[in-house]
């Protein structure tokens, strides 16, 4: 697959070629054997966004999934989400994702927690799907879009896989209010690949691209609770509950968690979580 220049940037902020190698090493710090990992051992590392596992938690409750759906993850990561879905639901899971290494890893993971034949991972850009028209019952992306200037590309490409009526759940992080954040942030080294939307932006967009029934909501409060319980937990001698930025940008990650943290707590960012159904033509 050819890259943009800027695709190329964001798949460079996330792999380092050895993600496999730190992954084992910090299995092991936690006592636990990396052949044979559980989803709740892999969860502090392969829950790569905001609030990991307790956020997937939420956006599985809000997800209409009936039995025998095909879902789609679109910045599939290492496949916490996916592998996540697909066991509390029952269904099929395809992931996609920008970063090759990310996709190795995922598939490997999926082996290893016994999970290949329900998920599965290949690599693609999410402005141009490797899938037919109306592939898929649902589908989801979480703290993705952030990477993607051109939202009306994504939105257009998410209904287009979509079959009719089918829903599409978003776990962001938007724009609030105030000055850009500080970088680096997890997700973005500079600016330069970093593009926020505001929540009202993101109604608008989806409604523009053809799905209807939004219902958004920011999960601000959630996140500064988490962050609270996080910083209780590391006081206490112990180690924090979501531990993936750690393990995916070991030398970034300690100035992006802190301008993530300011950020949050100024209201220039804004978790949200969006649901919304692919309307008729
Ligand atoms: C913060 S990680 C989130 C991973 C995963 N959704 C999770 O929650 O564990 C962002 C992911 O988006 C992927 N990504 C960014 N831009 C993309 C694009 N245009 N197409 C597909 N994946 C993309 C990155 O490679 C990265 O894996």
Redesign the pocket.
Known sequence: MSLTPS?AT??AH??RGDLLDRLADALRDDGVDPARPTLEQLAPY????GRGAEA?DEAAALMPVRPGDRLL?????????ARWFARRFGCHVTG????PE?CTVASDLARRTGMASSVEFEV????ALPFGDAAFDGAY????S???ADKAA?YRELRRVLKPGGWLLL?EVARGDGPEPDYPM??AATAATSFLATAQQTRDGLIAAGFEGVRLESTRAQALAFAARSREAVARGEKPPHR?VMLIHSDLAVSAMRNSARALGEGRIDPIEVLARKAPS
Do not use: E, K, R
């Open positions: 695709a964001v798949v996330y792999s392969d829950q790569f966004h997937t993850d679109v910045g599939s990561g290492i496949g916490g989400p996609v994702d920008l970063t990310f693609g850009d999410a402005l992306s979480m703290n993705v952030m990477n993607i994504l776990s997890p997700w993936a």
